[in-house]
């Protein structure tokens, strides 16, 4: 029996390192980085327009956060925009094809003297230089919503993502406005080398009265009764679910993740696609998603034939290949076609089918460069493999990766196998141990995390860098009697009563019985604890009989009143949008103190649950409704109503008009340093002084709404600006968006197969220890209420790598005065530093202040 659980797991491991293999080709989640705008990597040669305003105005200076020193660092047109003409724009060439998902705009400020910035703007693109292409989103829309001021960078996700070589951004704008632009693109580079595929265009299922539509609806090309010249949804990097019905994208038809067609519209019995490619390569194979859910009708191909063309005629000796067939699972699965290392420009391929529909979602190839000598001698058979024809001077480097990916999949999947058996003789052996084999036990599991968090760095950096180091230079020199933390924890006076709580955790945890903290906003999207096998970051139980019974009554809110206008970000199973509920406030009842009036459109944050979401994501979701409809205090973000009368699941909360703390403090940054050089000195200090005072003010309302979360027991995990929103008269209220932002990404550290972790406003127990308290919130205070202090100019401890920070964490814990603190704020006074914000950061999380007496300690320094 155990034998099986090992081979079913190994096959497990097989598919997903085969799909992480896939994706690795293009991933549209981790292919965002910065494509050379910001960084010079993109000559000025590259950038041109159709025109400019003055030399100082001109096309190469359109680059993000780029200041050309006169003060303007803008591309501004020579004639503004129109919103019908669309004549004037930016383009950047990359040299070559590229995968874009996102684009970042910003205005000219001139150093607070401009005010220029382009509200809306379209895409075109191109991947020839001839043939140009308007982007549009997965509904149509081509008007892409831009800048509100000259001085904030907005980042736009291309959903879908574009494949082009050449870009141009096009501001749409009112005439009588003068419009400016910095830009740059973000993604990677496009491996497959595919200018475009030819098919047929997909046909429409009607499955038990419900109109499924498998048409290619995102084809740039020309879209008559066959696609052309284009690329579409079989090159976006997603690929289907299993249940065709079902898709990725929010609120779109059925079968939409899928291209699909009938077999009795063929009656050759295949469908014929044709790829074009940038130029000759050798191909080693093309992998196509298929969906195999024969018990609607729907089977993966039969079978593949690829005809291969590098000059005017197609060669005459096919690649043919016959998949096994699968009819015991109908999981939507990668079918790995073999090509050969066939050397081509173009390949033809003929799918056959295998039942009445074939559908496609991805269709990737892994193809190198390779020298070609087009010309034939005279009398030369055309039906030689390119290994036997000396024209042919194939690159076997491919190949070589290929072997090389081989045995390092092998590799691992020996690995897990022992690791397998050794943990159940392991688990057999803690059922027979003592005390002390519990305490090895648990110096075994925390020397793994700590193992874990230093070998796996941040997939992404704040300033959107990707690279990182394998090793790195320790914060303080080795002394001779170093330990590493983990096998120093279980010398702590605390470490006896930990040992307990987590021998009981465990058999808690194996009973399924378990139930960890509340923490407010408890959303899939925020959650840290992702998996309830894991005791790894183990949670102390506090008392939740205080939400025991009925729900409360939440009204339920028309869908229909709801305008999308942002995606603020997505998890697992949901995703926040940024709405405007039209009739809000006369929806709320009397006690609901909200900003807003009647006569526009309130601003609201709605979470919602994928309707594809599992039976225990649900019951997560509605319990985060029922704890967060009791919630009422003024400085915590309130729930106003819900949508759970039909999928998806919603619930509509505040969404204040200024946004989130931490932008809006950069934001009165940039504007009083605008404002610095036309200010006397005295009134300088005296500025400075008020600037501090209004910023305790704000630091003591964050105070004033955990102090209301502690009194319920409440963790909140991730307290931090970004987490903070900013309304009318400085009022603030705590949140939970940041983690599922893009913006925030590199305030956050990724375990692998596990979470995502702020380590940088983390307490030391909380990263080496797993625990989550009121007290490690009270850390989270200090490190937010430093971030208000600096106006976030920097990212806590940006000095130090990810890898630095926990290993300061270690030296929290040794206590040896080797620590590194977060410096006094330049405008902080002493007393707050001090007293105050260092004693949030003591290493005994006893011996911390309450958010009593934090929130009394604020409101003395303002008397």
């Not at 960078?153 to 494949?163: A, G, H, S």
């Not at 903290?517 to 096998?533: F, R, T, V, W």
């Not at 029922?626 to 819900?642: G, K, T």
């Amino acid at each position: 029996m155990k034998v099986k659980e090992v081979k079913l797991v190994t096959h497990h491991v097989f598919f997903i390192l085969l799909a992480d293999a896939v994706r690795t080709q293009v991933n549209p989640e981790m292919c965002r980085y910065p494509l050379g705008m910001t960084g010079g990597q993109i000559q000025d040669e590259d950038i041109s327009a159709s025109s400019q305003w003055s030399e100082s105005t001109a096309a190469r200076f359109g680059r993000l956060d780029f200041d050309n020193g006169d003060g303007d660092g803008a591309w501004c047109p020579g004639i503004t925009s129109e919103t019908d003409g669309l004549k004037e724009y930016l383009q950047v060439d990359l040299r070559s094809l590229h995968f874009i998902t996102l684009v970042g705009t910003q205005g000219r400020h001139a150093d607070g003297m401009g005010n220029e910035f382009a509200q809306r703007y379209r895409i075109n693109y191109s991947r020839d230089g001839s043939n140009w292409a308007g982007w549009h989103d997965r509904k149509g829309r081509q008007v892409i919503e831009g800048n509100r001021n000259a001085y904030d960078v907005v980042l736009k996700d291309l959903e879908p993502p574009i494949i082009a070589r050449f870009v141009r951004f096009l501001p749409v704008t009112d005439h009588s406005m003068i419009v400016c632009m910095r830009v740059e693109l973000y993604g990677c580079e496009w491996l497959d080398g595919l200018m475009s595929y030819s098919i047929p265009d997909g046909h429409q299922m009607i499955f038990r009265g419900l109109d499924v539509y498998f048409n290619d609806s995102v084809y740039d090309g020309a879209t008559a009764e066959r696609l052309t010249r284009g690329l579409g949804q079989l090159t976006d990097g997603t690929w289907g679910l299993d249940d065709f019905l079902h898709s990725h994208i929010y609120s779109m038809w059925p079968g939409y993740d899928y291209v699909g067609w009938n077999n009795k519209s063929f009656p050759k019995g295949y469908v014929e696609m044709i790829f074009e490619f940038d130029h000759v390569r050798n191909f080693t194979s093309m992998k196509v998603h298929c969906n195999n859910m024969y018990s609607r009708g729907v089977r993966m191909f039969r079978q593949a034939t690829c005809y291969f063309r590098s000059g005017p005629d197609w060669e005459a000796d096919p690649v043919t290949f016959r998949p096994t067939a699968d009819r015991v699972s109908q999981i939507a699965r990668f079918v790995t076609v073999p090509l050969g290392d066939r050397t081509a420009s173009s390949i033809k391929c003929r799918f056959h089918f295998s039942d009445l529909w074939m559908l496609f979602s991805e269709v990737a190839f892994q193809s190198g460069s390779a020298v070609y000598n087009t010309s034939r001698k005279k009398g030369q058979p055309t039906n030689l493999l390119p290994g036997d024809d000396p024209t042919h001077k194939v690159d076997d480097s491919n190949t070589r990766i290929l072997i090389g990916c081989l045995v390092a999949i092998i590799a691992i999947l020996l690995t897990i196998i022992v690791i397998i058996l050794w943990r159940q003789v392991w688990q057999k052996m803690l059922e027979k141990a003592s005390r002390r084999m519990l305490d090895d036990e648990l110096t075994a599991r925390l020397a793994v995390q700590t193992q874990a968090f230093s070998s796996h760095h941040s997939s992404s950096s704040s300033d959107g860098d990707s690279t990182s180091n394998s090793t790195y230079e320790r914060i303080f020199p080795l002394c001779a009697d170093y330990q590493e933390p983990s096998r120093l924890i279980r010398k702590l006076p605390e470490f006896a009563q930990s040992t307990e709580h987590l021998e009981k955790t465990d058999k808690a945890l194996a009973n399924g019985g378990l139930e960890g903290a509340p923490h407010y906003a408890e959303a899939d999207i925020i959650s840290l604890q992702e998996s309830s096998d894991s005791s790894t970051y183990s949670i102390t139980a506090v008392n939740i009989n205080l939400f025991a019974g009925t729900d409360s009554s939440m009204k339920e809110f028309p869908r229909h009143k709801l305008t999308f206008k942002e995606k603020l970000g997505e998890g697992q199973f949901g995703e926040v949008h940024l709405c405007e509920a039209e009739g809000m406030l006369d929806f709320l009842d009397e006690d609901l103190s909200i900003e807003g009036n009647n006569e526009s459109p309130l601003l609201v944050a709605v979470k919602t649950l994928r309707e594809d979401a599992n039976k225990n994501a649900r019951n997560d979701f509605l319990k985060e409704i029922r704890i967060m409809s009791r919630l009422r205090d003024p400085n915590i973000v309130r729930l106003l109503a819900v949508c759970v009368d039909t999928d998806p699941l919603c619930m509509i909360t505040e969404y204040m008009e200024n946004g989130d703390l931490n932008q809006f403090l950069c934001n009165l940054r940039l504007m009083e340093a605008a404002a610095e050089d036309r200010t006397e000195p005295e009134e300088k200090e005296e500025k400075s002084m008020v600037c501090s005072r209004k910023l305790i003010r704000m630091a003591a309302q964050i105070a004033s709404g955990m102090k209301y979360l502690s009194s319920l027991n409440f963790v909140h995990r991730d307290l931090a600006t970004r987490n903070c929103l900013v309304g009318k008269n400085y009022t603030i209220k705590i949140a939970d968006f940041g983690m599922s932002r893009n913006l925030y990404r590199g305030d956050y550290y990724r375990i692998q197969g596990r979470a995502v972790l702020p380590i940088r406003w983390m307490s030391w127990e909380s990263i080496l220890l797993g625990k989550f308290t009121m007290a490690s919130d009270v850390w989270a205070f200090g490190v937010t209420l430093w971030e208000i202090l600096t106006l976030c100019e920097e990212q806590p401890y940006s000095q130090l790598s990810d890898e630095q920070v926990i290993e300061n964490t270690g030296e929290f814990f040794r206590d040896q005065g080797k620590q590194v603190y977060l410096p006094k704020p330049a405008c902080c006074p002493d007393k707050v530093y001090n007293d105050l914000m260092l004693s949030c950061w003591r290493r005994n999380a006893k011996q911390r202040p309450s958010f009593q007496e934090i929130h009394t300690q604020l409101m003395e320094s303002l008397a």
